[in-house]
C-alpha cells in the first residue's frame, strides 16, 4: 500500500488571493474543449465565433448546473434548514449530473440561436467532454476528496487520519470517464455518424463507467447507500443508461450526420 501524497490543494498564493488546483483543472477542462472544438469545427461547417459561443454557453451550464445539482440532489436537507447554501459556492460542491443538465439547457438554448437540431449540436459536444472530466477528477485527488473504500489492494492509499488503505477511486475516475471514455468516442466519431450516435455513445459510455467506479467509491457520509444498496451517484446514471441506449436505437434507423449539413 502507498501513502496518500498530501498535496496543498492551493498552487499559487499570492496575498489574499489563492489559486487552487481544482479550479487549475477546470480551466484546462475548458481549454481543452475549445481546442477540440476548433479543431473540429472546419469539418463541421461552424465557425469560430460558433465555437466560443458553444464553450462559454457549456462552461455556465457546468457551473450553474453542477452547482444547483449538487444542492439538490445530496444536500436537499441542509438546503431546506438553510436556504442560503445555495450560493455559499465557497464551501464547495459541484456535482457531474446537475453540470449535464446544465451542458443540455445550454446546448438547447445555442441550437435555437444556431437554427440547429439540438442533438446535431449535443453530437458535436459530447466527444469534447470526457478530458474536462478527467481533469476534474484530478482535481478531487488532490483535495483528497472522494475516498474509495477500504481495500487491501496494493495500490491502495492511506489517507491522512487514517490506517486502513483505501482504493484511489477518483484516479479510477479520472482514467475512466476521462482518457478511456474520451479515446472511444473521439474514434467512432472520426467520420460522419447518425443524429443522436455520438450523444448516445457518450451517455450509455459515461453511465456505464460511472456506475461501475462507484463499486470502489465510498458513498457520501450523510448518504450512504440507498435502495438495493446503490450510491446516489449510480440512481443519477440509470436515466444516462436509458437515455444513451435509446439514443443509439434511434441512430440505427438512420439519420443525417450531426452539423455537416448545415
Not at 439540438?118 to 483528497?144: C, E, K, S, Y
Not at 467520420?191 to 451517455?203: D, E, I, N, Q, V
Request: aromatic share 14%; net charge positive.
Amino acid at each position: 500500500m502507498w501513502t496518500y501524497p498530501d498535496i496543498d490543494p492551493v498552487a499559487l498564493q499570492l496575498g489574499p488571493l489563492a489559486l487552487r488546483w481544482y479550479g487549475i483543472t477546470y480551466l484546462l477542462a475548458f481549454t481543452t474543449a475549445w481546442a477540440l472544438a476548433r479543431r473540429r469545427s472546419v469539418a463541421a461547417g461552424q465557425s469560430r465565433e460558433w465555437v466560443d459561443d458553444l464553450i462559454f454557453y457549456g462552461a455556465l451550464g457546468v457551473v450553474l448546473g453542477g452547482r444547483l445539482g449538487y444542492v439538490f440532489f445530496y444536500q436537499f436537507d441542509r438546503l431546506l434548514a438553510e436556504p442560503t447554501y445555495l450560493f455559499r459556492i465557497w464551501e464547495g460542491g459541484m456535482s457531474f449530473h446537475g453540470g449535464l443538465l446544465g451542458v443540455i439547457v445550454a446546448l438547447a438554448w445555442l441550437a435555437r440561436r444556431s437554427r440547429l437540431p439540438f442533438l446535431a449540436v449535443a453530437d458535436f459536444t459530447a466527444p469534447l467532454v470526457p478530458l474536462g472530466l478527467g481533469f476534474g477528477r484530478l482535481g478531487n485527488f488532490i483535495n483528497g476528496e472522494l475516498p474509495g473504500r477500504i481495500t487491501e489492494a496494493p495500490w491502495g492509499l492511506v489517507y491522512p487520519g487514517e490506517v486502513l488503505a483505501r482504493h484511489p477511486s477518483s484516479l479510477y475516475q479520472a482514467i475512466t470517464e476521462g482518457l478511456v471514455l474520451f479515446t472511444a468516442l473521439w474514434f467512432l466519431t472520426a467520420k460522419p455518424r447518425p443524429l443522436g450516435f455520438a450523444s448516445g455513445a457518450f451517455l450509455l459510455g459515461y453511465g456505464l463507467l460511472r456506475f461501475s467506479t462507484e463499486f470502489f467509491r465510498t458513498p457520501d457520509p450523510h448518504l450512504g447507500f440507498l435502495s438495493l444498496g446503490l450510491t446516489m451517484g449510480q440512481w443519477l446514471c440509470l436515466p444516462m443508461l436509458l437515455g444513451g441506449l435509446g439514443l443509439l436505437l434511434g441512430a440505427r434507423r438512420g439519420g443525417k450526420p450531426p452539423l455537416t449539413q448545415s
